[in-house]
């Protein structure tokens, strides 16, 4: 599959989320496979919806990130607008990643 230059991220958290509590309709992982995709998300890497075929980036991937890189302090709030802010602070171009 082609992948765009820029893939947007969701605005939403699907209805069947990895990141949304089982009970709220989040799909069950193995705590294995959570682990892998937490560690690789703390890295900077996205997780891509399963639910829009991999073509937006996770919501509850990326809420998992701000609300871990505003805990240790990268962020000054775990938002998308301080990650931009970040990023342009590290001197990185936000539109291409984010």
Same mark, same amino acid.
């Given at each position: ?24 309709? #989040?799909?069950?992982?193995? *705590? !294995? ?10 890295? &900077? @890497? ?26 240790? #302090?990268?962020?000054?709030? *775990? !938002? ?10 590290? &001197? @990185? ?6």
């Amino acid at each position: 599959m082609d992948l765009p230059e820029r893939i947007a991220v969701r605005k939403t958290m699907c209805e069947t989320c990895v990141f949304r509590p089982e009970a709220d309709g #989040g799909i069950e992982l193995a *705590p !294995t496979r959570r682990v892998e995709i937490q560690e690789y998300l703390l890295r &900077g @890497v996205n997780q891509l919806c399963h639910h829009d075929e991999n073509r937006t980036v996770c919501r509850g991937g990326r809420d998992y990130q701000l609300q871990c890189w505003h805990r240790i #302090g990268l962020l000054a709030e *775990p !938002t998308d607008e301080a990650l931009r802010e970040a990023m342009r602070a590290a &001197g @990185v171009e936000p539109k291409r990643h984010i």
